[in-house]
């Protein structure tokens, strides 16, 4: 029953010979050979489940180091928001826009400069209103604007600007331009000429006593691009704006009455004509 290559052993491990105290299984030479089989198979099988059981476990670890560093780098980036938004500093408040004043001589002569400074003028000969660079020398000057002043009256404020001279690279010509109070077949006045960011105006008057005078304008003066220089700029103005001795104002005692005047040296003689012009602030 249990002879060679008779595939009969899949009975072998339950028929038990009693007469040779021996179960099947222990004498056949196939079942032998086929529990060979079913050991090599377990141990493979064995293996497998192992190796099965080892790539599921690593697989878990890897999602749950994943899971990790994706928690550590939302907590890194909370954190540096968080610092992010200490440590930036609080922006100032937007001041309000304020339009970029114009710059004025106008009448005998009242100046307006650049930072809305008014004053009179009382220095006679040559004044520079505008220097651009404020203290460049000749050669490397933008712009140049010169008005010669003169004392057209007996009174001491009876100055006024007879001359405008414009030069420097800006006004492209080696040649200075030049309004003239008194024309004499000479330009004495200018429409609003730009030199490269700067805007000028030249316009010609006369008192009712018939004394002709210019007056000067400027505009866009805070966009030069370089410090401004003259008595329409940042150049300090208190010399040009002080009075000679002679045309301050003196009190005298006659008795028991007071008399405000000028001094004997330089009487005080209105001029019906003057100028009284108001700076107007051109953008």
Same mark, same amino acid.
Not at 49 to 58: F, I, M
Not at 152 to 159: K, N, Q, V, W
């Given at each position: 029953?249990y ?8 009975f ?10 021996f ?7 196939e ?8 050991s090599?198979?377990e141990k493979?099988?064995?293996?497998s ?10 697989a878990?670890?890897s ?12 907590a890194?980036?909370k ?9 930036a ?6 001041p ?6 114009g !710059?004025s001589?106008?009448? @005998?002569?009242h100046?307006?400069? $650049?930072?809305?400074?008014? +004053? &009179?003028?009382?220095?006679?000969? /040559?004044?520079?209103?505008?220097r651009?660079p404020?203290?460049a020398a ?11 002043t ?11 600007f ?12 080696s040649?200075?331009?030049? !309004?003239?109070?008194k024309? @004499?077949g000479?330009?004495?006045? $200018?429409?609003?000429?730009r +030199? &490269?960011?700067?805007?000028?105006? /030249?316009?010609?008057?006369q008192?009712?006593e018939?004394?002709d ?7 866009n003066?805070?966009r030069?691009?370089?410090?401004v ?21 003196r009190?005298?005692l006659h008795?028991?009455n007071?008399? @405000?005047?000028?001094?004997p040296?330089a009487?005080?003689v209105?001029?019906?004509g003057?100028?009284?012009?108001v ?5």
């Open positions: 029953m002879t060679g290559n008779h595939n009969n052993h899949q072998c491990h339950r028929d038990f010979d009693e007469g040779q105290g179960y099947a299984a222990q004498v056949c030479s079942c032998l050979v086929c529990q060979a089989l079913d090599a198979g493979a099988a064995e293996e489940a192992v190796a099965l059981e080892l790539a599921e476990k690593s878990e670890e999602a749950e180091k994943v899971r990790i560093d994706a928690e550590q780098e939302r890194r980036a954190e540096n928001r968080a610092l992010a938004k200490e440590t500093p609080t922006p100032p408040p937007t309000a826009p304020t339009p970029a004043p !710059v001589g106008v009448g @005998d002569p100046l307006t400069n $650049m930072y809305g400074e008014r +004053f &009179d003028l009382y220095r006679t000969g /040559v004044n520079v209103l505008l651009i404020q203290k000749p050669e490397r000057t933008l712009l140049l604007v010169e008005a010669d003169q004392l057209m009256g007996t009174a001491c404020s009876d100055l006024y007879q001359v405008v001279s414009i030069s420097g690279s800006w006004t492209n010509q040649d200075s331009l030049q !309004v003239f109070a024309s @004499d000479r330009p004495n006045s $200018m429409k609003w000429t +030199f &490269d960011a700067i805007s000028l105006k /030249v316009v010609h008057g008192t009712r018939g004394t005078y210019l007056n000067v304008f400027a505009k003066v805070f030069a691009g370089y410090p220089g003259g008595l329409l700029g940042a150049d300090d103005h208190t010399l040009a704006a002080t009075p000679p001795p002679q045309c301050l104002r009190v005298f008795g028991s007071v008399v @405000d005047g000028y001094t040296e009487p005080h209105a001029s019906e003057s100028e009284s012009s700076a107007a602030a051109y953008s």
